[in-house]
């Protein structure tokens, strides 16, 4: 990762997101900024590229890889590679999602609400296509893919109100999803044949490997990848979510569905192709597929009457030629791989596609109809979209002087150098000709509806509910703007054609700009003219031409024209329906009845049946754990240790006999307490000082619970209570035997590597010169330093966790919580709660002692914090000390008393301390370190001496708000609802 440029790829892939984030905070009246800051985020990232390559070129190899470390321990890097393959698909992204963003203006013209949500959305999905085509670790390249499957989703659900709309959207994500997942397998798998999670590193071993006998896991590896990638690419039988995204607003197709998004899979191809192409599912998997995709996405093409769908239809078999082409590529052909120009291909592509989806949207808007047949005589209405449509149209039909014609003849000559080899590929030769054939028939047949006869008022009439379905469609009722805006309905598309013309009529000067990007050229050293085409035939020009002319028959013939439906759309209904059906039983019967003991019970059982029968089998592996004598340290210690364990025991036999929830709490805290005897006994006052305060938290939670929830139905107390007892015996001897097993096994082998060890070790000083925590107390410093990465997570979960019981308690009337006869279907008497104000906690001598003891609790969490790097406290016991006395206080003083000492109501002080801990933790990164690397420095005192302070102070600041802001805010919440 030693490559130059990452600043420049950092801002080319954040830039959009941006970008979106900063037009949320404009006014929504503000268009002409709105929409200027949108154009200027995608224009950014083309800069950015740009910039690179003018100051470092194009490389092919890994000298390319640029990045740093995020989260190292769990090979997770924030690395790009910017080579010829991640540039061009990065400029392709860019570029068209700058020609978006000026589309949609004229699109949603006026529509204030429409375009504050849509931009956003783009960048977002923009920055996410940029992180998967330029990322080189695979993990960070998931990350950014499962962000593509979430935006498609939102776009896709535009119409929020719309039923069909949303379905196609889940449709779309969970299919795509599902294939994410298996992405994610199979990416585990590579990296275990290969020992490397950076996309070069596994291309590199296993392309070195070629010829050797494969890894195990490489067949299982590769079949995962092809899921994921076949899913997202809409191959057959997975194609089916495309043309249903079809739903959204025509940018959203424009941009995801043609130019982008489907093209992710396509990507993946084509990077892990110099590594997997040797391997032997590689070409017949994505041939066959490709194939299939290909012939049956233009034949649906064809039967299809609707503008986008047509259009959607021919981009599921354009994705499938791709695929087919790099299976093909597999081939050897006079000892070079048979892959041509595949990134012109994929370019090509984007040239046609693109504007055929502009101009869609722009004819439903202008003109209100949806239907290929409801557009006769539109080169006489609306001359210039019609025009437009028909030379988009044109190279859809890779039609002479068109770019779409020499790729045409590159992917028939991949075609028939692989018949050359095998006789077998002419089935593919013949499913090209077909395709081919189809394709031109869709051409002829728009020629001749837009030149056709107008229709009459009768047939129009009849249509009109056709057109108020399309003004009902995927968002396209919008007011019609004038001027400069009504013509980027149509600009955006003149401009992609004049790169897609000009690839066809003059290829050299395309050449120019392609090659340092193209990855393979076979033994086309330029892009051949279409003269060149024409003066040297073969084949494939043949294949071409019987493909022109079978086509143009076809197109003209009544053959085929009724439109027929996808028998694959319903295949996900069919699924979901039969899940539904047949799983929802045993889901809400057997795995989630909706009781916790229930649950407690099954997980608990399980633990006893696994080490009964590891038990059984390895019997002779378990041997009895020599005790050291415990009165060995002194008759005090034993006597101690001993009524400790008493107490934690006995609290536990007794906890699943007695009747009374209340009772139970006691019991419960008990042996918490005693729990926190022993850590004391142990000298671990830090862990002791935690487990005391949070028990006592623990213990005020489960009492205000309680008092709010009715009793528990009669049914429950007639458990046998033996039974429950002798299985919390059982559980425990099975959790004792084994913490014994773990102990004796480690005193066995004191050579062996402990985690302890060398935390103890590096806590403050790392003996090699390597990491260290700069702190003397272990406890604190792995959880915000060496496990700073899972407290973080903790924090995070713990304050979404707050706000949704903040929002729940919020949202359930107090008559309806605590009086309303049917929230649990029990009489009256079975509640705690009487009706009615609840006996108040406060009391003169409560309030007086707590006016006094609160300053100090305070000073002493003060001091816990800034001392917890070196002793033992912190952020987390801080906060545990200081949620106790405010809580207290609270209850001692009333509402009023908490908002006079602590001004930020708990939502917001927890989201300020999360966004302290998460600044505390990305700050490094900007400085081109791991996340939460801790800087260290020594603050003078006054009168001499030093503070020893670590950056990682900030971060214990965040998790001391957060256990604050929950803690003391549930308290509270549920008091207020008891008052």
Known sequence: MDGPGLPLMLVAVFAPVLAGLATLILPKGALGARTAIAILGAVVSIGALVSYINAYGVAQDASAVTGLPFVPSV??????????????????ISGIGALIAIYARGYF???????????????????????????????????????????SFLLIGWERDNPRAVRLAVQALITTAMGGLALLGGVILLAQVSGSWSLQGVIETLGASHG??????????????????????????????????????????????????????????????????????????????????????????????????????????????????????????????????????????????????????????VV????????????????????????????????PFTLSFTMKEAFLYQVYHAAEHDSTFWIVAGMAVVTAMFNVAIFVRFVLIFFGREAS?????????????????????????TGFWAMCLWLPAAILLIGQYLGGIAPHLLERVMAPFETHALYWSHLPSVLEAFGHPGPPLVMSLTAIVLGAALGVSPLWRRPVEDAHNRLFPWILRTLQRRGGWLYTHVLQTGSFHMYVYVVLTALIAGLVYVFAVHRDGFQMVELEMLWGPGAGFFLAATSLTILVCGSALVLPIVRSRMVRVLILGASGFSVTGMYLLYQAPDLALTQLMFEIISVILFLLVLRMLPEEPKRWHEIDRIGRATFGVLVGLAVGWITLQVGGYVDAHPDMPRVGDWLIQNAHHAPDGGRDGGGDNVVNVTLVDFRGYDTLGEVTVLAIAAMGVFALIVAVPASSASRNEDVCHLPREAYHVPEGPQPSLTSSLFRTAMRLILPLSLMFAAYMFFKGHNEPGGGFIAGLVMSVALAVYRMAEGQRALRRILPI??????????????????????????????????????????????????????????????SVGIINRLTEELE
């Open 109 to 151: 013209g006026s529509d204030r609400d429409s375009l504050f949500r849509f931009y956003p959305m783009l960048g977002f999905f923009m920055t996410a296509m940029m992180g998967i085509v330029l990322s080189d670790n695979m993990l960070s390249m998931l990350l950014f893919w499962e962000m593509t499957s979430i935006s």
């Open 212 to 365: 050797e006998t494969p890894h195990r896991l490489l067949p299982w590896a590769f079949l995962l990848v092809f899921l994921g990638c076949a899913t997202k690419s809409a191959q057959w039988p997975f194609h089916f979510w495309l043309p249903g995204a079809m739903a959204a607003p025509t940018p959203v197709s424009a941009y995801l569905h043609s130019a982008t998004m489907v093209k992710a899979g396509v990507y993946l191809f084509a990077r892990f192709f110099p590594g997997l192409h040797g391997f032997e599912y590689w070409m017949p998997a994505l041939v066959f597929f490709g194939a299939v995709t290909m012939v049956l996405g233009a034949y649906l093409a064809l039967r299809s009457v609707e503008l986008k769908r047509i259009f959607a239809y021919t981009t599921v078999s354009q994705l499938g030629l791709l695929t087919c082409a790099y299976g093909l590529g597999a081939i050897e052909h006079h000892g070079e791989l048979n892959l041509i120009w595949p990134t012109t291909q994929i370019l090509n592509h984007a040239l046609y596609k693109a504007p055929l989806f502009i101009l869609a949207g722009a004819i439903i808007h």
């Open 457 to 481: 008022e009768r047939e129009t009439s009849e249509a009109a509910q056709a057109v108020e379905d399309a003004h009902g469609s995927g968002g396209e009722d919008h007011a019609h703007e």
């Open 368 to 399: 209100g109809k949806k239907e290929a047949p409801q557009l006769r005589g539109l080169a006489r209405s609306k001359p210039l979209l019609a025009w437009l449509t028909l030379l988009a149209a044109y190279a859809l039909a890779g039609g």
């Open 75 to 92: 090979h997770l890097f924030i690395s790009f590679q910017p080579d010829g393959l991640g540039l061009f698909f990065g400029l392709l």
């Open 905 to 966: 109501k708990p939502g917001p002080l927890a989201a300020l301390g999360l966004a302290i801990a998460l600044a505390t933790a990305v700050f490094p990164l900007l400085l081109g370190d791991p996340l939460l690397r801790s800087y260290q420095g020594e603050i003078p005192l006054p009168g001499g001496g030093s503070y020893h302070f670590a950056s990682v102070l900030f971060f214990d600041l965040g998790v001391l708000f957060v256990v604050v802001a929950v």
